[in-house]
């Protein structure tokens, strides 16, 4: 069965210092993997999608299929990006009424000034 | 448009009343989800509907749950009765069935059950 874990609950790092938040899954295939953000007082929303190569507000996530890793980071961290975090994976066959994430259990980063 | 709507905020009961959670989805999503949110656990499905149809409820912990999608903008979640072990916050979320993996996400219920 698929599955998405993320080891650390809590994550606490110095204002400047670089940052990686771990998400390993299990799954059978290629998968597309996500990253959402949920800041203190605002609502859960997509941080970025691996299929995109993109980088948000600093981060990155690249996939490692030989570690089956989907780690977040970002070189120097900022106050600002004290959240909690949580690492997606889609089912493996996208179902054709619609499609549920499962989510792993979140990391909550703190950055300290 | 306001994006997910869910109300109450905050909700405390006793042991043993019955509760409903609302909410009201982003116009022309027609993927709904409840989610509960807790420190343990993280975020937990618990149903998910597609053009108001029920397509999952396996993460729907007992009978005291359940979850209904009269219209296109409008779902409920009901426990009955509440239990102290479900405090929890629960969450709401829609997506377009095009960009199904991009969920938006209301403000969540924050449950107290005493």
């Known amino acids: 069965a698929q599955r998405v874990t993320q080891p650390e609950k809590l994550l606490s790092v110095f204002k400047g210092a670089p940052v990686e938040l771990k998400c390993n899954y299990s799954y059978s295939g290629s998968p597309e993997l996500f990253w959402y953000v949920q800041y203190s007082r605002q609502r859960l929303q997509l941080l970025l999608r691996h299929i995109s190569r993109e980088s948000i507000k600093g981060f990155t996530a690249d996939l490692n299929k030989g570690e089956t890793s989907f780690h977040l980071k970002k070189p120097f961290a900022q106050e600002e990006d004290s959240a909690m975090y949580y690492c997606?994976?889609?089912?493996?066959?996208?179902?054709?009424?619609?499609?549920?994430?499962?989510f792993g259990e979140g990391t909550q980063l703190t950055v300290n000034p | 448009d306001a994006g997910v709507i869910q109300s109450p905020r905050h909700e405390v009961t006793e042991m043993g009343q019955e509760v409903t959670l609302r909410c009201k989805p982003i116009?022309?999503?027609?993927?709904l989800f409840w989610y509960r949110q807790t420190m343990m656990r993280g975020l937990e499905l618990l149903i998910y509907?597609?053009?108001?149809?029920?397509?999952?409820d396996s993460g729907m912990p007992e009978d005291r749950f359940s979850a209904k999608m009269p219209n296109a903008s409008f779902s409920t979640l009901k426990i009955q009765p509440s239990e102290p072990r479900d405090s929890a916050v629960y969450f709401c979320a829609s997506s377009y069935r095009r960009h199904q993996e991009k969920l938006f996400f209301g403000s969540g219920t924050q449950l107290s059950v005493l």
């Open positions: 509907f597609n053009n108001n149809v029920p397509i999952d």
């Open positions: 997606a994976l889609p089912p493996r066959v996208q179902e054709t009424s619609g499609s549920r994430l499962t």
């Open positions: 116009s022309g999503h027609n993927s």
